[in-house]
């Protein structure tokens, strides 16, 4: 099992990214990425210590962590720089803030961001069909999240993924010990949302195929 969107008190969240790291383990995780919020003000520390910390992360820890950022309310012209400063610094997993229904998130996020080198567009809101389209379009996945608020607009992004061929991912979101669920807890995130067994089985497999290719890079 896999969440590739988690906070450490590199930004905003409560915990050590070591301690991030054992509790998803704890869970019966096999990879998570650490992916503290970044803009110009801290891209380069946050993405250093990122890198650093799972470059140091023992190999037989029974858990992979992955480097990553989650670029966050961000001006819309500033995505594609920051995500290449990410990916100089060897970030492998970049997100990027969606129009979530319940932060103000500047109108057109979701489509400059989808325009940029990104992995995932975390808690997208009502994403429209255009980009739902670009998504697609750009093997770029939609994330269904387990994070409250976030989670409200779940249902409408299945619907959306189904009707344009969009990739999902299922992911946490986690800022708190609390927010660290269960694998089988996640799973019924994705079938509250709407999604059957079957493509709940695809998004894993699809998942699995992104993590092997971005550690052959």
């Known amino acids: 099992m896999y969440n590739l969107h988690a906070h450490t008190?590199?930004?905003?969240?409560?915990?050590l990214p070591s301690e991030v790291a054992v509790r998803y383990l704890d869970k019966g995780y096999a990879v998570i990425a650490i992916t503290d919020h970044a803009d110009y003000?801290?891209?380069?520390?946050?993405?250093?210590?990122?890198?650093?910390?799972?470059?140091?992360?023992p190999k037989n820890a029974g858990i992979k962590v992955l480097p990553g950022v989650e670029l966050t309310h961000v001006p819309i012209q500033?995505?594609?720089?920051?995500?290449?400063?990410?990916?100089k610094a060897g970030v492998k997993i970049i997100i990027a803030h969606g129009e979530s229904p319940v932060e103000?998130?500047?109108?057109?996020?979701?489509?400059?961001?989808?325009?940029?080198?990104?992995?995932?567009?975390?808690?997208?809101?009502?994403?429209?069909?255009?980009?739902?389209?670009?998504?697609?379009?750009?093997?770029?996945f939609l994330e269904i999240t387990s994070?409250?608020?976030?989670?409200?607009?779940?249902?409408?992004?299945?619907?959306?993924?189904?009707?344009?061929?969009?990739?999902?991912?299922?992911?946490?979101?986690?800022?708190?010990?609390?927010?660290?669920?269960?694998?089988q807890q996640l799973l019924k995130v994705g079938k509250d949302s709407g999604l059957k067994q079957a493509e709940l089985d695809k998004i894993?497999?699809?998942?699995?195929?992104?993590?092997?290719k971005k550690e052959r890079r």
Do not use: M
């Open 9 to 15: 008190f590199l930004s905003d969240g409560e915990l």
């Open 41 to 57: 003000s801290n891209i380069r520390q946050v993405a250093g210590s990122a890198v650093e910390f799972c470059r140091r992360w």
């Open 78 to 87: 500033q995505f594609k720089p920051l995500a290449a400063l990410a990916r």
């Open 104 to 140: 103000p998130v500047v109108q057109g996020t979701n489509h400059a961001a989808l325009l940029a080198d990104i992995d995932i567009l975390a808690h997208p809101g009502l994403i429209s069909d255009r980009d739902t389209r670009l998504a697609a379009r750009r093997k770029i």
């Open 147 to 183: 994070r409250r608020g976030h989670n409200q607009t779940n249902a409408h992004v299945v619907k959306q993924a189904r009707k344009f061929g969009a990739k999902l991912i299922l992911n946490h979101d986690s800022h708190a010990p609390q927010d660290i669920i269960t694998p």
């Open 204 to 212: 894993y497999r699809e998942t699995e195929e992104f993590l092997t």
